[in-house]
Structures are given as structure tokens and as C-alpha cells.
Nanobody, 125 residues
Framework: VQLQASGGGLVQAGGSLTLSCAAS????????MSWFRQAPGKQREFVGG????????YYADSVKGRFTISRDSAKKTVHLQMNDLSPEDTAVYYC???????????????????WGQGTLVTVSS
């Protein structure tokens, strides 16, 4: 499956932004879909994801209540709605997909086979 992330940009603190990840190829309904981010000088970290086997959405504590992930199966797209952004959210955001994850691996970037190219989100103070 090929993933194309879009929607990044510059936003002021407290603002909102929506990222999209469009998938092509493969069977979209078979993939767990997640978002990760990587800030300069930091490791890539899990933001949130939809686990395919139970259709639940899981979030990192740092974004819970501010970020929402949704999945549009008809358009083969996953969205990341980000509200109340802070400078600490500044990072390159990546979408990732995998068809064979177990739940305990959802937050582990090493377990994903497919990645989008990343989209930069910059939050100014």
C-alpha cells in the first residue's frame, strides 16, 4: 500500500489543523492506520492509531482530548484532526499502515511496514 500524507503547515498556538493520509493499493480495510511524529532531535513517537481488529482508536496521552483520528473507508483516507495546538506539537507527522499488527505493537513504529512521506506541522507561540 502507498500512503500520501498532506495538510501540514504553520499555525499559531491554540489553533487547529487537519492532516490527511490517502492510501492506494492494498485492501484499506485490512490495515491498522496510525500517526507518528518526529520533532527535531527526538525519536519518532506514536500520536494515535486505529487498530483494525477492534476498530478502536488509541491516542498518546500527550494528545488525548485534543487530537482525533477518523477513517473514511470510501475514500481510503485517515484524518488527524488537531486542536489546541502548542509549540510542543511541532514535528514532522507521518502516517503508517500495517496489516499484521497485534494490539500491543500499535505504538511501536518499528512494526509498521508502510509509511507516508511525512508532513511538517509548525506551531508558533
Amino acid at each position: 500500500v502507498q500512503l500520501q500524507a498532506s495538510g501540514g503547515g504553520l499555525v499559531q498556538a491554540g489553533g487547529s489543523l487537519t492532516l490527511s493520509c490517502a492510501a492506494s493499493g492494498g485492501t484499506f480495510s485490512s490495515y491498522s492506520m496510525s500517526w507518528f511524529r518526529q520533532a527535531p532531535g527526538k525519536q519518532r513517537e506514536f500520536v494515535g492509531g486505529i487498530y483494525v481488529r477492534n476498530r478502536y482508536t488509541y491516542y498518546a496521552d500527550s494528545v488525548k482530548g485534543r487530537f482525533t483520528i477518523s477513517r473514511d473507508s470510501a475514500k481510503k483516507t485517515v484524518h488527524l484532526q488537531m486542536n489546541d495546538l502548542s509549540p510542543e506539537d511541532t514535528a514532522v507527522y507521518y502516517c503508517a499502515a500495517d496489516a499484521n499488527l497485534i494490539l500491543s505493537s500499535l505504538k511501536d513504529s518499528r512494526q509498521y511496514d508502510y509509511w507516508g512521506q511525512g508532513t511538517l506541522v509548525t506551531v508558533s507561540s
